[in-house]
T-cell receptor, first 115, second 114 residues
């Protein structure tokens, strides 16, 4: 079975540029999560969607970050303009039912480097 | 409110010896607990989960964990370490029935030596 698929796996860009990260959740999973992982702060939840609707975006650092989920099989996380402090590994995860006892399934992440 | 503490940031064992990764949790609700493993440049992979059924939980790759409510612990063990077990391990807590609000531990890096 295909897991959570993220693209690109690596992204290197200069500060000020727009960055778009993509995620395809597991088919049938109706909740999707975006996380950021850094050495200093560990894993942080940025935003999560349930049935394509953003439920909690309190973890989004600032207005430069935005996320969309236009359909059940695709989500994007956009940073515009990007800054060096945005450098991190960004993970997408999905689960069938945010109110269930099921574990979240994680993608392999996008390693983002902002120069 | 909920929190999780991984007592060791780094554990080193010899191949073939037992592994013990310690995790203590705090939760105002009935908790569900998970252990995830993260290999370099990979995402988090579920090892095992506890969701109020049997307190001794068996997972993949020979790992198991025991939920001890009286000690608020959920330690991860494996009888015999393998080189491929070298990775970062995360203990995670959430409220039972709430898959969305995970609280992650800070991680334990397991080193396996020959």
């Amino acid at each position: 079975d295909a897991g959570v698929i993220q693209s690109p796996r690596h992204e290197v860009t200069e500060m000020g540029q727009e960055v778009t990260l993509r995620c395809k959740p597991i088919s049938g999973h109706n909740s999707l999560f975006w996380y950021r992982q850094t050495m200093m702060r560990g894993l942080e939840l940025l935003i999560y969607f349930n049935n394509n609707v953003p439920i909690d975006d309190s973890g989004m650092p600032e207005d430069r970050f935005s996320a969309k989920m236009p359909n059940a099989s695709f989500s994007t996380l956009k940073i515009q303009p990007s800054e060096p402090r945005d450098s991190a590994v960004y993970f997408c995860a999905s689960v069938q039912g945010a109110g269930s006892n099921q574990p979240q399934h994680f993608g392999d992440g996008t390693r983002l480097s902002i120069l | 409110a909920q929190s999780v503490t991984q007592l060791d940031s780094h554990v080193s064992v010899s191949e073939g010896t037992p592994v013990l990764l310690r995790c203590n949790y705090s939760s105002s609700y009935s908790p569900s607990l998970f252990w995830y493993v993260q290999h370099p440049n990979k995402g988090l992979q579920l090892l095992l989960k506890y969701t109020s059924a049997a307190t001794l939980v068996k997972g993949i790759n020979g790992f198991e964990a025991e939920f001890k409510k009286s000690e608020t612990s959920f330690h991860l063990t494996k009888p015999s370490a393998h080189m491929s077990d070298a990775a970062e391990y995360f203990c995670v807590v959430t409220r039972t029935g709430t898959a969305s609000k995970l609280t992650f531990g800070t991680g334990t890096r397991l080193q396996v030596t020959l």
